[in-house]
Nanobody, 122 residues
């Protein structure tokens, strides 16, 4: 089994910064793409950013230039540095990871973190 544990959420004023971390542990041979999603009240979950095992990144337009996704493969951890936060960034943020269990299988399994609340006050 695999677990993803997030940390770093909280309350921040508009214009401030926060850094989220998400550490994967358990039966892991390698991790393919890792990502961050968010879900605001009354809205669908949306992609925020992803990063591949080759460090190729992708961002939703609304966070480009403000958020940076990165990963530490040695620690099986993905980060989201969030700068110039806006009230519309308020949401529960979830990390995910596509996990490969074994060397002799290329099957990937997606796991999700439990979510962490980010609240940006105006």
């Amino acid at each position: 089994q695999v677990q993803l544990v997030e940390s770093g959420g909280g309350l921040v004023q508009a214009g401030g910064s926060l850094r989220l971390s998400c550490a994967a542990s358990g039966s892991i041979f390698s991790i393919n793409t890792m990502g961050w999603y968010r879900q605001a009240p009354g809205k669908q979950r949306e992609l925020v950013a992803t990063i591949t095992s080759e460090d190729s990144t992708n961002y939703v337009d609304s966070v480009k230039g403000r958020f940076t996704i990165s990963r530490d493969n040695a620690k099986n951890t993905v980060y989201l540095q969030m700068n110039i936060l806006k009230p519309e960034d308020t949401a529960v943020y979830y990390c995910n990871a596509d996990i490969r269990y074994r060397r002799d299988s290329t099957n990937l399994y997606r796991y999700w973190g439990q979510g962490t609340q980010i609240t940006v006050s105006s």
